[in-house]
């Protein structure tokens, strides 16, 4: 058996829940947060038989996809001043961080 760990973006972690119940997969959904945008992202855990652990990393690739989104990133007006200009950046999001983990014992009570 195997337990996954799912950090994927909050605007992907519904569509995902729903495809994994969908194929019968139990999900536990806890909110978390991101260190580098500071954005709310969710962690999904799912217990699974060790052959299906590929079916479930193909579903989190297909609906975990990378786009590009637009944020905007303070820069200095100038150095008389010290002011700040908002500049609109296109960063990468989405996409999925995943740890696959060996259980040694699981318990249901």
């Given at each position: 058996?195997?337990?996954?760990?799912?950090?994927?973006?909050?605007?992907?972690?519904?569509?995902?829940?729903?495809?994994?119940?969908?194929?019968?997969?139990?999900?536990?959904?806890?909110?978390t947060t991101g260190g580098f945008m500071k954005e709310g992202n969710t962690t999904l855990i799912i217990g699974v038989d060790d052959e299906k652990v590929n079916h479930v990393?193909?579903?989190?690739?297909?609906?975990?996809?990378?786009?590009?989104?637009?944020?905007?990133?303070?820069?200095?007006?100038?150095?008389?001043?010290?002011?700040?200009?908002?500049?609109?950046?296109?960063?990468?999001?989405?996409?999925?961080?995943?740890?696959?983990?060996?259980?040694?014992?699981?318990?249901?009570?």
């Open positions: 058996m195997k337990l996954i760990f799912a950090i994927v973006q909050d605007d992907d972690s519904a569509d995902l829940i729903d495809t994994l119940n969908e194929d019968g997969y139990r999900v536990t959904k806890l909110a990393l193909a579903k989190i690739e297909e609906v975990c996809r990378t786009r590009e989104q637009v944020v905007v990133q303070a820069a200095p007006a100038t150095i008389e001043t010290g002011g700040f200009i908002p500049v609109p950046v296109e960063i990468e999001v989405g996409g999925a961080t995943v740890f696959v983990i060996d259980v040694d014992k699981y318990i249901k009570i």
